[in-house]
């Protein structure tokens, strides 16, 4: 039997916990290390994370503002044809195997413009708000004098920003560049000509990122292409112009059906012209059905973004006319909208483009019959919205040729 003191006595199998100071100086530094790495581990992970969300922003605010500079554009007859060039575009250089990004030209000069009129709102609220009290003085009878001195405020504030701000943009118009006005340096070289001429030429390099005229040509030349593919569209409007029937109706129908089969090619159409930069490539329907029999599906569910998911809601803004002083901001809807599904496009055409042969065999014969088989009623629902939106939209009958899916994103003013 145990003696009750081997019942209290601490158990060999336990081992005995040691104090930092007991231990030996080779596990301490052991220790030490350790927490300095998992320290340095933990700080390297933050800076990661950090950085990410800098990027996850920046780039955020530079395709608002992308987005919103093509919605302006695409407020301005002719110029809209920028805006048309632009997305298709995009569609095709991703197609040539560029990133999403990097498809996009002016992207980050045009977070520059953003940024540079979110600037000038904020800093021109000052001057308005002394505008503001000068004019509601004059109204209640002040002083002369108080207005006068309002008024003679207001200059000095819009006098002061104008400076402020241009000194901004010629330090580059970065975020820091706003917020610190680096008064040291202005002293030395605003009144040198040198940094005034840097500014001009870097305002010219700022404004040719955007190639606009490159934009304009192909935006020019794929509206050229599309509005041949659209004439049974034109053909429906002639027939059902005057409400007649028999012939007219027939030719209506015809017409339906030839635009129908017309737009099972017309987007990817507008990719590959996009891509090859030759008119013939719109009209090249052999090299099109040759990229959906590599990646059927990939083709399929281009389509379904770029006739059905984005498209199709975009006409409930074509009910009712826009008033111009506001037109731009439905275009940015429509921009928001239309730029992913010519993404969409892009991607399929570089997925098809990685596969040199088509597969043969059973398998794959039949998802491609399946695939063929589910495009037409993607091509039919969108047909029929087209239909319904002569009797929805205000523009009527013009509807039939302002698709928004494969023209300007911009139904009211469309070309």
């Not at 404004?207 to 429906?236: E, K, N, R």
């Not at 209506?252 to 012209?273: K, T, W």
């Not at 040759?290 to 990939?298: D, G, V």
Request: some cysteine; charged content about 10%.
């Amino acid at each position: 039997m145990n003696s009750p003191t081997a019942v209290f006595a601490p158990s060999a199998a336990i081992p005995a916990t040691r104090s930092p100071a007991s231990m030996p100086m080779s596990d301490q530094t052991a220790t030490g290390q350790a927490t300095a790495r998992r320290t340095i581990k933990l700080g390297n992970r933050l800076g990661r994370l950090w950085r990410w969300l800098g990027r996850t922003v920046a780039t955020s605010f530079n395709l608002a503002s992308l987005i919103a500079l093509l919605a302006v554009a695409a407020a301005v007859p002719v110029i809209q044809l920028v805006t048309l060039g632009y997305t298709v575009g995009v569609a095709g250089r991703i197609a040539s195997g560029q990133s999403v990004l990097s498809s996009m030209p002016g992207l980050r000069q045009a977070g520059r413009v953003g940024l540079a009129a979110i600037v000038v709102f904020v800093f021109a609220l000052p001057t308005k708000m002394l505008v503001h009290w000068a004019s509601v003085a004059g109204l209640l009878g002040s002083p002369p004098t108080t207005v006068f001195l309002l008024h003679l405020a207001s200059w000095l504030a819009a006098g002061v920003t104008l400076v402020y701000l241009c000194w901004a943009w010629i330090r580059g118009g970065r975020l820091v560049d706003y917020l610190w006005p680096a008064p040291v340096r202005f002293v030395k070289s605003a009144w040198r000509p040198s940094t005034w001429s840097t500014a001009a030429d870097r305002l010219w390099r700022l404004t040719g990122s955007f190639d606009a005229m490159g934009h304009l040509w192909l935006g020019i030349q794929t509206f050229v292409g599309t509005l041949i593919w659209l004439i049974p569209a034109m053909l429906i409007i002639a027939a059902n112009r005057n409400g007649k029937t028999g012939l007219a109706g027939l030719i209506g129908v015809l017409s339906l059906l030839a635009l129908g089969l017309a737009m099972f090619y017309l987007p990817m159409l507008q990719v590959q012209f996009a891509r090859e930069r030759r008119f013939r490539a719109l009209f090249d329907v052999k090299a099109v059905r040759l990229t959906f029999r590599r990646s059927p599906w990939a083709y399929t569910a281009a389509m379904l973004v770029s006739l059905v998911l984005a498209p199709i809601p975009l006409y409930l803004l074509k009910i009712e006319a826009t008033p111009r002083e506001v037109v731009w901001l439905p275009c940015v809807v429509f921009v928001t909208f239309m730029l992913p599904a010519r993404i969409c496009a892009g991607l399929a055409m570089r997925r098809a483009s990685r596969f040199t042969e088509v597969r043969r065999g059973f398998w794959p014969t039949t998802s491609r019959v399946l695939a063929r088989l589910s495009m037409v009623p993607i091509v039919g629902l969108y047909l029929l919205f087209v239909y319904l939106s002569q009797y929805t939209s205000w523009d009527g009958l013009q509807t039939w040729i302002q698709q928004h899916a494969i023209l300007v994103p911009y139904p009211f003013l469309g070309v």
